[in-house]
């Protein structure tokens, strides 16, 4: 028995000398493979690839920008006042960004001809002074949104937001004064948008809160595993040219991972995002007796030139999108993404941009928001909250977008003429059901029936300030 132990004592350590033995062979080699890449692209590239994976390698640095040196130093495109854990397109963040008190800001003419100056007043957003508390009188509105919510290319008087205040005080019952407040901050995602709401907005007691946002959540990349964090294949692929070069070869990492970004899934993922918080958002606005009025957004691919555009409709250019890719014309294979990034991170440089460069390709963005905006639409219906179809309303001026997103002063116009008709219909509803709470309504912005324990009493809405 003894003999017969000490046999398979004798076995294991051999097979467990064997395994560490071949475990130490493919280590070697591998170890081998790796100097052998860096002694090769060092040739290639430069000696500073030996150095792949240390700080010593990398050769950009990144520095706040200076004024002077900056070139969009004066554009609202850089607005640094941070407020909590922001990120710009990141999903998942908690806080946002906006301007710095009075900051001198200017936006390029729609013709790209010159600067046209932009007011920041002193809370950090677009506009005139306005006060905490909320003046008497007053139906206070808050317009939530992004860059074409703010007025890209856009004066302060062409804005949707000036306009809107205009077209409904043109209207207004005796004694009362519509304050329309843009409360809306270019690169913004929904994310954003709920966190400046409840960090300031909720504090302005407005009446009404309209939201007009969605390209920047289609544009925005959610990682395959919807981990946020840094995977450890993110971080291998900067420890070893071994592993980046794997990774050029069938891109997995979250810098590269190009098919997933154009898949259904991804767009399902965002689409999905993009209607929770928007759900939040109303549930925010119900607790504190605010009336909601969510918008569709116009969106261009910029494929088509825009004196092509006048007549064709948004879901037109959306089948149009999907026809290119279909036919192969458009795809992940466009930019060569793993390509670039490996390239980059032999160079040491920001390994980022090709990425960037890949989300913000306005027709894959396009897929998404057209899947967003079909879900809001319904989610709106389902849920009896008003909408102003925005995208119906422009339908027939396409041409009056300025590029992907950004609106001309006309087509503003058009969409604060149909933001005001469906709040005019919400506040009319509430002013006349004289009870608890308004119930909002559905898609086409009618509103559906009420009842004691279900709408606000129209009062507060007309003299929530005067007192």
């Known amino acids: 028995m003894t003999t017969g132990k000490g046999t398979a004592e004798r076995t294991y350590r051999r097979i467990a000398r064997g395994l560490a033995t071949g475990v130490a062979l493919v280590a070697l080699n591998l170890l081998l ?16 690839v030996l150095l792949y994976g240390t700080p010593w390698q990398r050769n950009w640095i990144e520095t706040p920008p200076v004024p002077d040196k900056d070139p969009l130093a004066g554009s609202p495109q850089r607005h640094g006042n941070v407020v909590g854990d922001d990120r710009a397109y990141t999903p998942g963040v908690t806080g946002y960004s906006k301007y710095f008190p009075h900051e001198k800001k200017w936006t390029q003419r729609p013709d790209g001809t010159g600067a046209i100056p932009v007011t920041i007043n002193a809370p950090g957003f677009r506009g005139e002074e306005f006060t905490i508390e ?8 808050l317009t939530l949104g992004a860059s074409s ?24 019952p005796p004694g009362v004064t519509y304050e329309v407040i843009n409360f ?12 400046m709401l409840v960090n300031e907005g909720l504090r302005l007691s407005p009446d009404v ?50 098919e997933w970004w154009w898949s259904d899934e991804h767009a399902a993922r965002r689409s999905s995002t993009f209607v929770h918080n928007i759900a939040r958002l109303r549930d925010l606005c119900r607790e504190n007796g605010i009336v909601l009025v969510v918008a569709t957004q116009q969106f261009r691919s910029t494929l088509i030139p825009v004196e092509e555009l006048h007549g064709m409709t948004y879901d037109q250019e959306v089948d149009f999108v ?4 279909a036919e192969g014309r458009i795809g992940p294979h466009m930019l060569p993404v793993s390509e670039k990034t490996f390239e980059l991170r032999l160079e ?47 339908d027939g001026d396409r041409d009056l977008m300025v590029n992907w997103v950004h609106l001309t002063g006309q087509a503003n116009a058009i969409v604060a003429r149909e933001l005001a008709r469906v709040i005019r219909e ?15 309504g559905n898609t086409s912005a009618t509103v559906a029936r009420t009842s004691e324990s279900s709408v606000r009493s129209a009062a507060p809405v007309f003299n929530a300030s005067a007192t």
């Open 184 to 195: 809306a901050i270019p690169h913004a995602t929904t994310d954003n948008v709920l966190a």
């Open 348 to 394: 040491g440089d920001d390994e980022t941009a090709p990425r960037t460069v890949a989300m913000l390709y306005p027709p894959r963005a396009m897929l998404v928001h057209a899947r967003a905006m079909a879900e809001l639409r319904a989610w709106a219906a389902r849920e009896s909250v008003p909408l102003a179809d925005v995208i119906a309303a422009l």
């Open 426 to 440: 919400q506040l009319a509803r509430a002013h006349c059901s004289g009870t608890a709470k308004l119930r909002l």
């Open 33 to 48: 493979v790796e100097i052998g890449l860096r002694a090769y692209f060092a040739t290639q590239v430069g000696p500073s």
């Open 322 to 325: 999907r026809t290119q890719v």
């Open 149 to 172: 919510t703010f007025g890209y290319h856009d004066r302060d008087d062409e804005t949707y937001p000036f306009f809107l205040e205009r077209d409904l005080q043109a209207t207004a």
């Open 134 to 141: 909320k003046p008497p009188g007053t139906i206070r509105i």
């Open 209 to 258: 809160v309209t939201f007009y946002e969605g390209a920047n959540d289609a544009t925005a990349i959610e990682p395959r595993d919807g981990v946020q964090a840094e995977t450890r294949l993110d971080r291998a692929v900067r420890r070893s040219v071994l592993i980046a070069m794997l990774d050029r070869i069938v891109p997995r990492s979250g810098a590269v991972d190009v």
